[in-house]
């Protein structure tokens, strides 16, 4: 069983930066792929970002290329995303994702990002 456990969360006006950082325990970290997915009030859940158990592969939703990095550090058991230029619509609250195949899939509690016009 992995715990996950967001931080970095907060409010921002616009055009600011906020890092986010996920701690997971019980289990082996750099085997998990992991991604960071928010969901704002009314709509569904939806992936941001995303990065392989090595770190060599990332990928990113479109509308946050260019403005959200995702990255790990295996040895501190850790997953980052760096957000700047934040935008109103950033808005929501962001969970940490690991998962494994077949069949393993677990989530954090959620961090809330606010950003302010």
């Known amino acids: 069983q992995v715990q996950l456990v967001e931080s970095g969360g907060g409010l921002v006006q616009a055009g600011g930066s906020l890092s986010l950082s996920c701690v997971a325990s019980?289990?082996?970290?750099?085997?998990?792929?992991m991604a960071w997915f928010r969901q704002a009030p009314g709509k569904e859940r939806e992936l941001v970002a995303a990065i392989s158990w090595s770190g060599s592969g990332t990928s990113l939703a479109d509308s946050v290329k260019g403005r959200f990095t995702i990255s790990r550090d295996n040895a501190k058991n850790t997953v980052y995303l760096q957000m700047n230029s934040l935008k109103p619509e950033d808005t929501a609250v962001y969970y940490c994702?690991?998962?494994?195949?077949?069949?393993?899939?677990?989530w954090g509690q959620g961090t809330q990002v606010t950003v302010s016009s």
């Open positions: 019980g289990g082996t970290f750099s085997s998990y792929a």
């Open positions: 994702n690991a998962n494994k195949l077949p069949y393993s899939n677990y």
